[in-house]
Nanobody
C-alpha cells in the first residue's frame, strides 16, 4: 500500500496550492479518504474528508470556504485545493485512507497514511 502526496511548497499569503495524493496497493474506490495536517509543535489535526464516491465531504471549520477536497477514482487520486492560504495553514499535510465507504474526522479511524508534503505560507 502506498499513498504519495505531492504539490506542497512555499506560497505567499492569499495564494493557492493543489495537493495530490496518489494511491496504490488497495481498492481505492472502496475507501473514504482524508487530509490531515500537523504544524510544528502541534498535534495532527483533521482538515477534510471525502466518501468513496465523492458524494459526501466534510471540512474543519478553519478551512470551510477556502479548501476543497475531491477525488478521481479512475486515477486513484485524491486532491486538496487550497485557496486564500494563511500563514497559520503552514504544516505538513498528510493524506489518509479509511477502509470504509463513509467519512470520518478521527485520525485513528484511518488505516493507511502517506509521508506528507510540506506547505509553507509566508511572505
Amino acid at each position: 500500500v502506498q499513498l504519495v502526496e505531492s504539490g506542497g511548497g512555499l506560497v505567499q499569503p492569499g495564494g493557492s496550492l493543489r495537493l495530490s495524493c496518489a494511491a496504490s496497493g488497495f481498492t481505492f474506490g472502496s475507501y473514504a479518504m482524508g487530509w490531515f495536517r500537523q504544524a510544528p509543535g502541534k498535534e495532527r489535526e483533521f482538515v477534510a474528508t471525502i466518501s468513496w464516491s465523492g458524494g459526501t465531504t466534510y471540512y474543519a471549520d478553519f478551512v470551510k470556504g477556502r479548501f476543497t477536497i475531491s477525488r478521481d477514482n479512475a486515477k486513484n487520486t485524491v486532491y486538496l485545493q487550497m485557496n486564500s492560504l494563511k500563514p497559520e495553514d503552514t504544516a505538513v499535510y498528510y493524506c489518509a485512507a479509511r477502509s470504509k465507504f463513509i467519512i470520518s474526522i478521527r485520525d485513528d479511524e484511518y488505516d493507511y497514511w502517506g509521508q506528507g508534503t510540506q506547505v509553507t505560507v509566508s511572505s
